[in-house]
């Protein structure tokens, strides 16, 4: 079957992690916070954060400023969206893409609301993508079977007429399960190729 819709993760993929384990030890180091303590404040809001439930604010508020601290929520909200980088060749293969006017393109991602917004613009998004099924705005996480089937229906997209690239095996499974194409994301240049494989080209 042809392939009409392309979904992309963000995280890994078209970019650095927003707030992974490595970006979260950056900003611990950078502060002087304990990163064993911050690691286990963060495991108990991470979720909340990543569905949409609670803000950045409330975030940092039970993760780091619970106690005075000599910087301001203002400078760590700062340092966590600085951790994030695009990925230029992965971004301008997905612009060629769109450019194409073949595929309906898509993200598929884990965020909280205020960092995928941040990613959004600071990739430059906005301009390839035609939708954002992010855990935040959908209110599930990956790779909870729903996340996917909430994304299929609101595109109206065949699974078997849909590509997902992710970095990780765990969130390629459900995709697969429901009859999506998957592909799992190493660089730009293999997952050109990959894509041309399943006849994505831009």
Known sequence: MTITHVFFDVGGVLGTNGWDRDQR???AAHFGLDAHE????HS???AMLELGRITLD???RTTVFYRPRPFTPDAFKACMLAQSAPY?????LARGLARSGRYRMMTLNNESAELNQ???ERFGLR???LAFFSSCWVGVLKPARRIYEVALAMSQAEPAASVFIDDRERNLEPARLLGMRTIGF???ARLKAELAELGVKT
């Open 58 to 60: 409330e975030y940092l």
């Open 118 to 120: 941040h990613r959004i």
């Open 127 to 129: 301009d390839i993508f």
């Open 25 to 27: 030890a950056a900003a």
């Open 88 to 92: 230029p060749e992965t971004i301008e």
């Open 186 to 188: 190493t660089d730009a």
């Open 44 to 46: 108990e809001s991470a």
């Open 38 to 41: 911050f690691e286990e404040t």
